[in-house]
Structure formats: structure tokens, C-alpha cells
């Protein structure tokens, strides 16, 4: 098993140049490659302006902003990419016929022993490696937006993907000061956003009941299981709370819960309306500059509060 990863990344997008802040914050070094100069320059740019907000509230010094700068290198030659590469993280659009092409690819370009693995959110390894002669060595790893900031990655077996894969995914990415989980099975969405869409349609379905108003809604959440949630999961919470008394709740409350097969009305109505939410200005709320700054803020402050925590955790072992 190889102890010291060298990491490439297939796409500097979003997520790519996030995953390539978050291992260059653990101290390793980065390849990431972008489809072009512009994509490139993006990429660069976004990648620097996260690491100045990690600067602007102390979560490393001027040095250290520099150091991790110096350790992640964006490249659009594949090959300079590629070279000695031993894990390679795909962050490119979801598309599954895209994903299938380049890992097709990655499979004839790359030794055997080289790891391929997507961030894909919901699609399939084994799907992904359907054309690939080595799909033993194609795993899912996805980090979850924003990449550099939230600690679970979920690791997804396909049909063939080897134990050696699945550990030294583990490997790297607790050295990345990840929280690595590990889904045996393929399923859709995974697991974080099964429980996440589990909870986004019964909000869907109490506003379409009338029950409350969007930001009541949204502050339910909020101000009670949010609060909660990143101490106790559900089943540690439900242990804490008495099993007798969930099992009771759950008697009468499950048959009462929302089954719908599809997005409900009000979100239809929004996508329709080509309301799509922060990206063009209104969705459910209206996302003026000022609403769209103050949250993005407020959302990068929290999450930022909570790596603090976990750095200080890991200092202490």
C-alpha cells in the first residue's frame, strides 16, 4: 500500500481547486488540471479567495497562506498532470457519458495501481468504470460543497472496487483532515443526501400544507435539530432521547410524513418560472447582493468556527 499519495485533480472548478485547498492545508502537495487558460484562471482565482477568507478570520497566518499556495500547482497539460500521479480525484460536470470517457482514459493513461476516483454526488461507480479495464481501482470520494470546509467525504464502493482501494482512499483522506465514511453499497444519493432530501421534501410539504412560512420553516430547523445534529446523528440522538419514546412517536408520526414521488408544487412553480434561487436572484427567497453577501458570509463564518474546532481537536492527539 502506498503511504504517501501524490494527488492530481481533473477539473479546477468549484469543487476541484476546493479538494486542492484542502489537501494543500493538510500539507500535500497538488496537481490540478483545468480544460483550459480560462477555466485555469478561474480556477486560480477561486482557490485564492478562499484562502483569504481562511486568512481574514485566523485559520492560518500570512506564511502559512503562502506555503499552501506553493504547494498546489493548476496545470492544462494533462500529462504534466498526470506524471507520477497515484490518486486522481475527477471533479468535472455531472454527466455520467463524460465521466465514462475519462476514465476510460485516466484507465489507459495511468498505471495500474493508480487510484481513480469521482467526486460524483449521486451517480454510479460502476457505471463510471463501465469502460475502464481496471475498475477495481475506481472508487467514489465525494466532498461535500464547500469542499475545503466540510469534513465528511463519503467513500462509495462500485461491484469491483478492491479493498486496497477503499483503505488507501481512508488513508489519504484522514490525512487530509477529512471525516471519511464508507458506503459498502451503491445506492443513489448515498447516504448524506438521502437523510438531506428526506428532510427537504417534508419541508416542501408542510409549506404546502399551510403549516408555517418558509423562514419559519427554515428557522425550525435552525434554532432546534441544526443546533443538534453536528453533536448527535440521528441514531445517537434517538439513544439519548429513549428508544421507547422514538419508537412511539414514530408509530403515528410515519404514517403522517410525506411520500411524494416528486418535487411539490411551489418548487415546481419556482423552476418553471426559471427561479432557480441564489444563482439568478430569486428562488424561494429573493437573493438581492446585499441578502446573497450577508449569507454567504454568515454560512462561511459558521463553517469556518467549526474547522477551528476540528483543527484544535486534531492538535491535541
Not at 451503491?186 to 421534501?201: D, M, S
Not at 445534529?229 to 421507547?244: E, H, I, N, Y
Not at 419514546?245 to 418553471?272: A, G, K, N
Request: include cysteine; glycine fraction near 6%; charge should be negative.
Amino acid at each position: 500500500m502506498l503511504k504517501n499519495e501524490r494527488i492530481s485533480i481533473i477539473g479546477s472548478g468549484t469543487m476541484g481547486h476546493s479538494i486542492a485547498l484542502s489537501a494543500s492545508l493538510a500539507g500535500l502537495q497538488v496537481k490540478v488540471w483545468g480544460n483550459d487558460r480560462e477555466d485555469i484562471e478561474m480556477g486560480k482565482k477561486g482557490f485564492s479567495e478562499k484562502l483569504q477568507v481562511l486568512k481574514k478570520f485566523e485559520v492560518i497566518s500570512s506564511r502559512e497562506a503562502e506555503q499552501i499556495d506553493d504547494r498546489v500547482a493548476f496545470t492544462d497539460d494533462l500529462n504534466e498532470c498526470l506524471i507520477d500521479a497515484t490518486f486522481i480525484i475527477e471533479a468535472i460536470p455531472e454527466k455520467l457519458s463524460l465521466k465514462q470517457e475519462w476514465f476510460q482514459k485516466l484507465d489507459q493513461l495511468c498505471s495500474a495501481e493508480t487510484i481513480l476516483a469521482s467526486n460524483t454526488s449521486g451517480l454510479s461507480p460502476s457505471e463510471i468504470a463501465l469502460h475502464t479495464k481496471n475498475p477495481e481501482r475506481t472508487v467514489v470520494t465525494h466532498f461535500w460543497n464547500p469542499g475545503h470546509l466540510i469534513p465528511l467525504v463519503e467513500i462509495v464502493r462500485g461491484k469491483y472496487t478492491s479493498d486496497d482501494t477503499v483503505n488507501r482512499s481512508l488513508n489519504l483522506l484522514t490525512q487530509m483532515n477529512k471525516k471519511p465514511i464508507v458506503v459498502q453499497k451503491e445506492i443513489l444519493g448515498a447516504i448524506g443526501n438521502r437523510l438531506q432530501y428526506a428532510l427537504f421534501r417534508e419541508a416542501q410539504y408542510i409549506l404546502e400544507q399551510g403549516v408555517a412560512t418558509i423562514e419559519d420553516i427554515d428557522a425550525a430547523v435552525r434554532y432546534s435539530i441544526g443546533r443538534r445534529l453536528p453533536v448527535t446523528g440521528p441514531f445517537l440522538s434517538a439513544d439519548m432521547g429513549g428508544l421507547d419514546v422514538f419508537e412511539s412517536i414514530s408509530s403515528y408520526l410515519f404514517p403522517d410524513l410525506s411520500t411524494d414521488q416528486t418535487s411539490l408544487p411551489e418548487m415546481r412553480r419556482c423552476v418553471e418560472a426559471r427561479k432557480y434561487g441564489q444563482k439568478n436572484g430569486e428562488g424561494f427567497y429573493k437573493w438581492t447582493p446585499p441578502f446573497s453577501a450577508q449569507m454567504n458570509e454568515e454560512r462561511e463564518r459558521e463553517l469556518i468556527e467549526w474547522l477551528k474546532k476540528d483543527l484544535r481537536e486534531l492538535q491535541k492527539k
